[in-house]
Every structure is written in structure tokens, then in C-alpha cells.
């Protein structure tokens, strides 16, 4: 018998859904509440990396992005100096985004098996990909106290999700502050449950039979991009 995630949704929810995360989207990129990181992320985009001297910045919050009927999420940590803060997409333009990306269109998340810019082809389906940190820390570590100013974005994605089933939290949004535990309380989506490798037969009867499946691959593609994901907020 078809579950309810594999019944079409109303348009209107699709609709509303793609409002409200848009709205959090700009707030995301024009957000300067957390001084250290804009001092940061403002300074990279201005300094470049070589390899990047001819290519603008984004330089902003980077808001998650994907299929606002996404029935899971995937949750790194914070966006890289040189990757996400440059192409303003998350983990676009990095190794960990390499990997990542790769193995969602390997397990049929992706539309292609990678992605360079935010304005390229690449669609997401099924799949929303964020983090608790919008912007990119120094030496890769954001401050507990940036990572809670921060995480009421990630909370409003999440719930703004209305299929949401199942939280993949990667790196360092895996552990500490950002366990998947924690997340679930934090974001207040009684569906979510963390996946990974270990349990992902936790998710029981969450999610209909397709997304199981691409899941298990997902998850068997997921170790490499984890080792390139950032480390948990610094105490
Ligand atoms: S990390 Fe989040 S709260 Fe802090 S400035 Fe960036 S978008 Fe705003």
C-alpha cells in the first residue's frame, strides 16, 4: 500500500514550502549578526585564493538549497572559506562538497554528479542540503555561541520541510552541539531521525521504500565526503 510520502502533495504546500524557505534564504545571505564570521567571510571574498582571482565571491550567509519537498536533509557543519563562501551554495566548490555531491547522484538525489557554481544545472530531488553555521568560520571552527546564534535558520528549514523524515547529519554537525539528537530537539521535526552507516534501520517505518533504498546508497558513499566535512564548534 502507497505511504503518505508516496502521495502527490498539494500544490499549495509545494508552493508555501518554497516561500517560506526562500524568505529564510535571504535573511540567510543578508545576516551580519555574528561579527567575527562577516569580518571573516567579507575579508576572504576580498583577498581570494589565487586559483580564484578572477571569480566574484559570494562572501554572504550561504542558505541551504534544494527540493522544498525533500523528505531528508543533509546537515554539515558550516560552508568552506574558498568553497561555499565563494560559489554561495552550500558545500559547492570544495572536496567536501565534491564527495558529497557525488554520492547523491550516485544514490539519485543529484541530477548530475557535480556541481561548481549556483548557477549551474544541478537539481535536487528528495534531498535538502544545509548546516547550523551559514557562513564560513576561520580555521574552520565555529564558536558554540556562533553555532547557536546561527542554528534558528536551520531550525526553519527544517521545519518549513513538510515531507521531512530523515536528518543525515555529516562531520561536525554529527557530534556535540550538533548531534543528530540534538538537532531533532532543536528543529522540533518530530519525523526526524539521524541516519548513517550504523543506524540506519532506526528510521523504521519513516520513509516509504524508494527513499530506504537510495538512503543505503547514500550511505555507503557517504564516509569520504564525511572525512573532508568540517569539526565540530569549538568550546
Ligand atoms: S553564521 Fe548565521 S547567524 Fe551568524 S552571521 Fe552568518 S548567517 Fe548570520
Known sequence: MASWLD??????VEAEAARTLATIADEVSQCRACPRLVEWRERVA????????????????VPGWG???ASVAVVGLAPAAHGA??????FCGDRSGEWLYRA????????Q???????????????????PVHCAPPDNKPTIVERDTCVGFLSRELA??????????LGGARVGGGSPRHLGSVVGVRRAVAVDEQDLGDRGELVSDGVEDRLARLSDRLDAAEQTMLPPPER
Not at 563562501?85 to 552550500?90: E, F, L, P, Q, V
Request: glycine content about 6%; hydrophobic content about 40%.
Open 104 to 111: 547523491l547522484w550516485r544514490a539519485g538525489f543529484a541530477s
Open 7 to 12: 502521495m502527490d502533495p498539494a500544490p499549495d
Open 85 to 90: 563562501n565563494r560559489t554561495g551554495r552550500m
Open 46 to 61: 576580498r583577498e581570494k585564493r589565487a586559483a580564484y582571482a578572477d571569480q566574484e565571491y559570494w562572501g554572504r550567509g
Open 113 to 131: 554528479p557535480e556541481t561548481t557554481s549556483r548557477d549551474d544545472d544541478m537539481v535536487l530531488s528528495d534531498v535538502w542540503i544545509t548546516s
Open 67 to 69: 527540493d522544498p519537498l
Open 160 to 169: 518549513a520541510l513538510p515531507r521531512l523524515s530523515v536528518v543525515v547529519a
